[in-house]
């Protein structure tokens, strides 16, 4: 979502919205809306990228993600892009929820 979109939503009704999430809402590295194939439910994905998957960007997004699911009605997922987990958040993430992404080290290289 574009900050336009964002702001759009996030408008509609501030007063639900405690001051420290709205800045969470704000300030997400990543919010994408999607229709759900089979039901066509719009749903989020709370995306949080960092080179190391830690525990401050893992609650990070689940708070972005469940924030945005109470703000909206809809369901919201949460997602940490990294190159690397640390082990200490490994059992968070074998859940599957909330998700990571592993970054290809390929990405991370420069030319």
Request: glycine letters at 2%; charged letters at 25%.
């Amino acid at each position: 979502m574009d900050d336009d979109t964002l702001f759009d939503l996030i408008d509609n009704d501030k007063a639900n919205i405690a001051p420290v999430d709205l800045k969470h809402l704000e300030t997400a590295d990543i919010i994408i809306a999607a229709k759900h194939r089979e039901t066509g439910e719009t749903q989020y994905v709370v995306v949080e990228s960092c080179v190391t998957a830690e525990k401050p960007y893992t609650r990070r997004a689940i708070r972005i993600a469940t924030c945005l699911s109470l703000f909206t009605g809809q369901p919201a997922h949460a997602v940490v892009a990294s190159w690397f987990m640390d082990p200490e958040v490994e059992p968070i993430f074998a859940s599957g929820r909330p998700y990571w992404y592993e970054i290809p080290v390929r990405y991370l290289e420069s030319d």
